[in-house]
T-cell receptor, first 112, second 115 residues
Framework: SQQGEEDPQALSIQEGENATMNCSYKTSINNLQWYRQNSGRGLVHLILIRSNEREKHSGRLRVTLDTSKKSSSLLITASRAADTASYFCATDSDNQGGKLIFGQGTELSVKP | GAGVSQTPSNKVTEKGKYVELRCDPISGHTALYWYRQSLGQGPEFLIYFQGTGAADDSGLPNDRFFAVRPEGSVSTLKIQRTERGDSAMYLC?????????????FGEGSRLTVL
C-alpha cells in the first residue's frame, strides 16, 4: 500500500520558474524523504526532514513539513531543464516495520 | 564500485520460467531493500533485510517470490513460474542501518519483461 500521495501527478513549467510538489500521508512519521528519478533510472535521495523539523533547505530545494496536516511540500526554485524527472516522497513510520513507503510521484517537465 | 550494483540490467523471459535478480549493496551497509516499480507508479516495497535475515517480507506478492542474503551482503531476488504481471523494474537499495538513520542508496534497477 502507498502511504504518500503526491500532487500534482504531472507538472509542466518553463525554465526559471519555481516548481512546487506536495505530498500527503496517513500515519504519524519519524521522517519524510524526497527522491528524484530520471526516466528508466534508479532513485536518488534529495533531502530528509525529521518529524520535529518544519523546514529544510538544500541548494535550490526547500522542503516543508506540517505534521498537523500530515503533509510536505518540495519547492525547486529557478528550475532548469535538467530538473526534468519524477519526484517521490517516502515516509518512515514506526508502524511500517523499518521500511520506507513511497508515493506515486510527480512527473516534472521543465521546458527550456 | 562505490554504488549499489544490480544485474542484469534487462531480463526478457517467457511465462513460466525462473528468474534471478542480483543486488550488490554498498560495502558496509547492513540494510538492503527490494522494491518493484511499474510504469508511472511509485516503488512498491517487497522485502527488507537487516544483515542476513529478512526483517520484513510483507510486500512479497505471493510464494513465487523469494529473496535471500546468505552472507549479509549480496542479495538475490528469485521469481518462480513467472507471469506477465511480474513485468516491472525491480529496484534494490541499501542503507547503513535502518531507514531511521537516513537515506536509501538505489541501484539502477533490473527491468524484467515476461513475454
Amino acid at each position: 500500500s502507498q502511504q504518500g500521495e503526491e500532487d500534482p501527478q504531472a507538472l509542466s513549467i518553463q525554465e526559471g520558474e519555481n516548481a512546487t510538489m506536495n505530498c500527503s500521508y496517513k500515519t504519524s512519521i519519524n521522517n519524510l524523504q524526497w527522491y528524484r528519478q530520471n526516466s528508466g533510472r534508479g532513485l536518488v535521495h534529495l533531502i530528509l526532514i525529521r518529524s520535529n523539523e518544519r523546514e529544510k533547505h538544500s541548494g535550490r530545494l526547500r522542503v516543508t513539513l506540517d505534521t498537523s496536516k500530515k503533509s510536505s511540500s518540495l519547492l525547486i526554485t529557478a528550475s532548469r531543464a535538467a530538473d526534468t524527472a519524477s519526484y517521490f516522497c517516502a515516509t518512515d513510520s514506526d508502524n511500517q516495520g523499518g521500511k520506507l513507503i513511497f508515493g506515486q510521484g510527480t512527473e516534472l517537465s521543465v521546458k527550456p | 564500485g562505490a554504488g549499489v550494483s544490480q544485474t542484469p540490467s534487462n531480463k526478457v523471459t517467457e511465462k513460466g520460467k525462473y528468474v534471478e535478480l542480483r543486488c550488490d549493496p554498498i560495502s558496509g551497509h547492513t540494510a538492503l531493500y527490494w522494491y518493484r516499480q511499474s510504469l508511472g507508479q511509485g516503488p512498491e516495497f517487497l522485502i527488507y533485510f537487516q544483515g542476513t535475515g529478512a526483517a520484513d517480507d510483507s510486500g512479497l506478492p505471493n510464494d513465487r517470490f523469494f529473496a535471500v542474503r546468505p552472507e549479509g551482503s549480496v542479495s538475490t531476488l528469485k521469481i518462480q513460474r513467472t507471469e506477465r504481471g511480474d513485468s516491472a523494474m525491480y529496484l534494490c537499495a541499501s542503507s547503513f542501518q535502518g531507514p531511521n538513520t537516513g537515506e536509501l542508496f538505489f541501484g539502477e534497477g533490473s527491468r524484467l519483461t515476461v513475454l
